[in-house]
Antibody
């Protein structure tokens, strides 16, 4: 079955960096665009970034543009989110999520990971 | 960025009630909206896509409608497992944007 497993979360000081990973299994990873979405404690969902199936196209939310970088390794079925210059407001659970349709950059998010918690605090 | 204004932010209802949640987009977005259900401590789950298409495995008491700027999610007869938070998400363009969420609570 389709699985997305995030890792790499933890406690980090403001201004530091962290890299999250999302390990995929149960489907042909290289055929699907993948998103990152986050949720601050007690708050709503916030879309962050997406990367196309081949890694050529990337889009970001304004709140993270220039600080976060999405990337992927299709040979290892893994998605990444490099987070630099972290702020206290980046504290959240970070989810990766897969599109319903393969190769598409449009449409709904069908499968989600369980999330990884990032806490930015001094 | 397109703004998705979701209402109400919270809603109290009883088992068996019919409830409706609304999302309004700041510009026309065809039918490019999905609805998601989230329970505490869990990842969101896709319920409806393309405004009115029921995702596989989702009970038929869930339905969606709308086009352009106004969209609704309706639960025809609330079941105990439906008490959760619901979000709309526009997938018309990037950046994608969620509604603020509607917390559905037991009356």
């Amino acid at each position: 079955q389709v699985q997305l497993v995030e890792s790499g979360g933890g406690v980090v000081q403001p201004g530091r960096s962290l890299r999250l990973s999302c390990a995929a299994s149960g489907f042909t990873f290289r055929n699907y665009a993948i998103h990152w979405v986050r949720q601050a404690p007690g708050k709503g969902l916030e879309w962050l970034a997406v990367i196309s199936f081949d890694g050529r196209n990337k889009y970001y939310a304004d709140s993270v543009k220039g600080r976060f970088t999405i990337s992927r390794d299709n040979s290892n079925s893994t998605l990444y989110l490099q987070m630099n210059s972290l702020r206290t407001e980046d504290t959240a659970v970070y989810y990766c999520a897969r599109f319903l349709q393969d190769t598409a950059m449009i449409g709904p998010l069908e499968y989600w990971g369980q999330g990884t918690l990032v806490t930015v605090s001094s | 960025a397109i703004q998705m204004t979701q209402s109400p932010s919270s809603l109290s209802a009883s088992v068996g009630d019919r409830v409706t949640i609304t999302c309004r987009a700041s510009q026309a977005i065809r039918v490019d909206v999905g609805w998601y259900q989230q329970k505490p401590g869990k990842a969101p789950k896709l319920l409806i896509y393309a405004a009115s298409s029921l995702h596989s495995g989702v009970p038929s008491r869930f339905s969606g409608s709308g086009s352009g700027t106004d969209f609704t999610l309706t639960i025809s007869s609330l079941q105990p497992e439906d008490f959760a938070t619901y979000y709309c998400l526009q997938d018309y363009n990037y950046p994608r944007t969620f509604g603020q969420g509607t917390k559905l609570e037991i009356k």
